[in-house]
């Protein structure tokens, strides 16, 4: 029996990652220096938000995606928190909805204008108060509208039905801080990873615990779903404190399918699935690459494709959703990488090589779109649903339908000499006091001119006024 070197074919074996030429990037961003293992960055097909580094209370940016290049130190940010903003999502179903929180225990939602922001919003579409210590984690519900999940350090998860304006469930289950949480494809199941070592699989409405494993070898850090292989794909720590990941039955986790040790660097890997592919990727933070997996429902389950090096460390990565994504270069995703020491937001793309310029059909299956399919009270009601699917084949062009209805709430406003106090934030350093008094001096000259140049119509007009009652016709 003659031995043949075992092959395994794979139309994503070239994917390679193309990063941003510079004027691409965005650049000059003061990204927060906070140590919370979060990616502080979220992207959607219009806008990117970053967490900033600000002194007294907490904010983030958020920036057009077509405004690349440098950003001016003094561009507005949303700053209504008042403590340090530790996680930001958008809302799936709408393009200008965000959800924040913070170590003020509050979860925020913002309704950010057409355009971008033209000045500092302090205040908030809605304040959701229901946590009793710091809220590290939000996810919204992956088919349903208006469903948001967070996860605070009194070791409880509130499920908030924003129409109400209301937490309408508490998962009450954890001994410890929750770390990490993750929906499978229709939103009926959440899993989550915990301080306390243990690796949970709940059905969010009832909050019961279906499937529990006591990781002691494999001390978990993130976790995520792997589509409808009914599969669970974890990040952690192996006993001898080597990064590690491990695949689950998430019907039985009394023991992993495989374990597999990545390499002896001490950052945290945040794992990153793509169902359309079936490709995993895995970036360390801190490090400068990422590896990425092809993913199997057979053995070996696993099969490394190739690694993205890059010499700039990052502190957290976002992802565009599918939606976003550029169909006519073969992009199957793409990361926004934030590197701190250099302020710097890299767009990176993970394109598959290929010669025809036409669409791509066996990479681009249909994927899960910006339509809910389930309204809160369906969900609540007990109905599951799989996400309302659309092709990338036109590229992305339906305006959503759905609309943010969350309970209107009178906006509040102290105005003292034609200036909104709560809108123009006064400054709390120094240097913000002195880029608040060049950038007033800016405006008084642009407004000096602009006056000058009136002046000078206003003279042209009366001159021209006099003619025409002086001239032989008006005789």
């Known amino acids: 029996m003659s ?12 994917v390679y990652g193309k990063v941003a030429n510079r004027e691409h990037c965005f650049d000059g961003i003061p990204i927060t220096k906070n140590v919370h293992d979060n990616h502080f960055c979220a992207v959607n097909a219009r806008f990117l ?9 907490g904010s983030f940016l958020v920036i057009p995606l077509e405004q690349t290049g440098r950003i001016e130190p003094n561009y507005p940010k949303v700053c209504g928190h008042q403590g340090n903003v530790l996680d930001i999502k958008w809302n799936p179903f709408i393009d200008n909805v965000i959800a924040s929180c913070s ?76 770390l990490c949480m993750s929906f499978n494809t229709d939103g009926s199941l959440l899993t989550t990873t915990c301080k306390d070592k243990k690796l949970r699989v709940i059905e969010p409405r009832s909050g019961r615990v279906l499937q529990e494993a006591n990781c ?36 039985d986790l009394s023991m992993p399918l495989i374990e597999e040790e990545i390499d002896g660097l001490s950052g945290l890997l945040f794992p990153f699935y793509d169902a359309d592919t079936h490709m995993l990727y895995l970036a360390g933070k801190g490090d400068g690459n990422i590896r990425y997996y092809e993913i199997s429902t057979e053995k070996p389950y696993l099969s490394y494709l190739m690694e993205f090096r890059s ?26 990488k934030l590197v701190t020491l250099k302020g710097l937001i890299e767009p990176i793309s ?14 681009y299956p249909m994927t899960p779109g910006t339509e809910p399919a389930l309204t809160p009270d369906e969900w609540l009601g007990g109905i599951n649903r799989d996400p309302v699917l ?41 240097n913000e006091l002195l880029r608040m008094f060049f950038r007033q001096q800016d405006e008084i000259r642009r407004l000096k001119e602009e006056l000058a140049q009136k002046d000078v119509r206003i003279r042209q007009l009366q001159l021209e006024l006099k003619n025409l009652r002086n001239s032989p016709k008006n005789c």
């Open 103 to 178: 170590e003020d225990t509050s979860v925020r939602i913002w309704e950010i204008p057409e355009g971008g922001l033209k000045r500092n919003m302090t205040e908030a579409l809605l304040q959701l108060h229901g946590h009793s210590r710091r809220v590290g984690l939000v996810e919204w519900h992956p088919t349903t509208n208006n469903i948001l999940f967070s996860a605070g350090y009194d070791y409880k998860v509130l499920i908030w039905n924003l129409d109400v304006g209301e937490p309408v469930k508490m998962i009450d289950c954890h001994t410890d801080v929750i």
């Open 311 to 336: 010499p700039a460390p990052q502190k957290g990565l976002g992802v565009m959703p599918k939606h976003g994504l550029d169909v006519s270069a073969c992009e199957v995703f793409r990361f926004y």
């Open 49 to 57: 938000a970053i967490v900033t580094e600000s002194a007294g209370g």
């Open 390 to 430: 659309m092709s990338l084949k036109e590229g992305y062009k339906r305006s959503p339908k759905v609309a943010f209805k969350a309970p209107i709430r009178e906006k509040k406003s102290v105005v003292v000499n034609g200036i909104d106090l709560l809108e123009n934030v006064p400054p709390r350093t120094e």
């Open 350 to 363: 993970m394109i598959v090589p290929r010669r025809s310029d036409s669409y791509q059909e066996d990479i």
């Open 216 to 251: 002691k070898n494999h001390r978990v850090n993130r976790v995520v779903f792997l589509g409808n292989m009914k599969r669970l794909l974890t990040t952690g720590v192996s006993r001898w404190n080597t990064r590690q990941i491990a695949l689950w039955d998430q019907e």
């Open 3 to 14: 031995w043949r070197p075992q092959y395994r074919s794979s139309k994503f074996r070239n």
